[in-house]
């Protein structure tokens, strides 16, 4: 059994910081990508940012330069570091990540339960 926990979302001002993470437990023998994602009512899932096991990142264009993610590979841990936040930022956080479970030859997509972030204006 693979479990990914999210944490950090809540309610923040406009221009303010919130730092999400996710962690990962269970019988795991090796993540790869990891991410971020959110989701608004009624629309797509969409990326928002996503990091390999050694570090390279990738980020959404209406979150470059205000939004930073990062992984602890000791702890199968990302984070999300969310600057400057917009009232369009507000929606549900979702993590996801590619993980080799125990005995196991294939990677499967593993996700969160989601954890919402609001940003009034």
Do not use: H
Request: aromatic share 10%; proline share 2%.
């Amino acid at each position: 059994q693979v479990q990914l926990v999210e944490s950090g979302g809540g309610l923040v001002q406009a221009g303010g910081s919130l730092r999400l993470s996710c962690a990962a437990s269970g019988s795991i023998q090796s993540i790869s990508e990891m991410g971020w994602y959110r989701q608004a009512p009624g629309k797509q899932r969409e990326l928002v940012a996503t990091i390999t096991f050694i570090g390279t990142t990738n980020y959404a264009d209406s979150v470059k330069g205000r939004f930073a993610i990062s992984r602890d590979n000791a702890k199968n841990t990302v984070y999300l570091q969310m600057n400057s936040l917009k009232p369009e930022d507000t929606t549900v956080y979702y993590c996801e990540a590619g993980i080799l479970r125990s005995g196991r030859v294939y990677y499967q997509d593993f996700w969160g339960q989601g954890t919402q972030v609001t940003v009034s204006s």
